[in-house]
């Protein structure tokens, strides 16, 4: 039991943040509770404090609208925090769209499901042409084009106030990562990942490898998300700066030989010294 919980500390955790940040959204549209009101493009935390998705206020001002003094002062400080302390985790530890494509993806493992997967080929750097074509589509339209579509706000919408068409969305990523390509939607197309992946290049809060103990078992390339930023794993030690890395612990939690953990960034070991 005790080792089952181990290889779960960080899932575990961040499923009661998914969950408990919808019920709280929700508590507060529903039930006028004060803790959070409003929704994962703009709220207000304990009726004071403003919070705002500011890869949504920069579709905002793309698209020429007039923006609140809260509105941009809660972007601010979201993005001030993801840029110098949590980096991109939101995108595993609040997206309620995470679990979806977890699921879709621990399916897709399987030898069965990962032969009858299509041939599509997508490079990660896709997702910053997404990202792109967003801002300039925001800019034509007059509306913020991603904030319209996004299968994440529709799929927090639909949880908190049962909408039922956001439910076709949900549906269509997790069948894309499960039948067309692996990690399809976070890895490559999510235009909100790849924002917090380009502002989080020097965040604190880093993924710090031990090669000294590291038995290069591979185990954390197969679970990984990301698994081209554990170039290091093997090799050197040190901290995974690469922005991409979402911080779901999920390669922490498979390596048995302890060469992987969370620590600040300044605290990495050196690449020169081999741990010692």
């Not at 500011?54 to 809660?74: E, I, K, R, S």
């Not at 001030?80 to 679990?99: E, K």
């Not at 620590?263 to 070991?269: H, K, N, S, V």
Request: charged share 15%.
């Amino acid at each position: 039991m005790a080792s089952r919980l181990r290889d779960l500390r960080y899932l575990l955790p961040r499923r009661l943040v998914q969950a408990g940040v919808l019920v709280l959204l929700a508590g507060g549209n529903l039930w006028g509770w004060r803790v959070v009101q409003g929704n994962l493009s703009h709220s207000r935390l304990l009726d004071s404090v403003p919070l705002a998705d500011p890869f949504a206020v920069l579709q905002l001002l793309a698209a020429g609208g007039m923006l609140t003094v809260d509105a941009l002062l809660g972007g601010a400080l979201v993005l001030v925090f993801y840029a110098l302390v949590g980096g991109r985790t939101f995108c595993s530890w609040v997206c309620p769209m995470n679990p979806v494509t977890d699921l879709a993806n621990r399916i897709g493992r399987n030898r069965s499901v990962a032969r009858a997967r299509g041939t599509v080929r997508m490079g990660r750097g896709t997702r910053y042409g997404v990202l792109g074509l967003a801002l300039v589509l925001s800019a034509i339209l007059g509306v913020p084009a991603f904030e319209t579509v996004s299968p994440i706000g529709l799929l927090q919408r639909g949880l908190v106030f049962g909408a039922g068409g956001a439910w076709f969305a949900v549906a269509a990523v997790f069948l894309f990562d499960l039948l067309v390509h692996a990690n399809g939607f976070c890895g490559h197309l999510c235009p909100l990942g790849a924002f917090y992946a380009a502002v989080s290049r020097f965040s604190l809060i880093r993924v710090r490898h031990d090669h000294v103990k590291c038995t290069r078992c591979n185990d954390c390339l197969c679970v990984c998300p990301e698994p081209q930023i554990l170039e290091l794993v093997g090799q050197a030690s040190g901290s995974v700066l690469d922005g991409v890395c979402t911080n779901c612990g999920r390669c922490l939690e498979v390596c048995h030989d302890d060469a992987l953990r969370f620590a600040r960034r300044d605290a990495a070991l050196s690449l020169d010294s081999g741990g010692s």
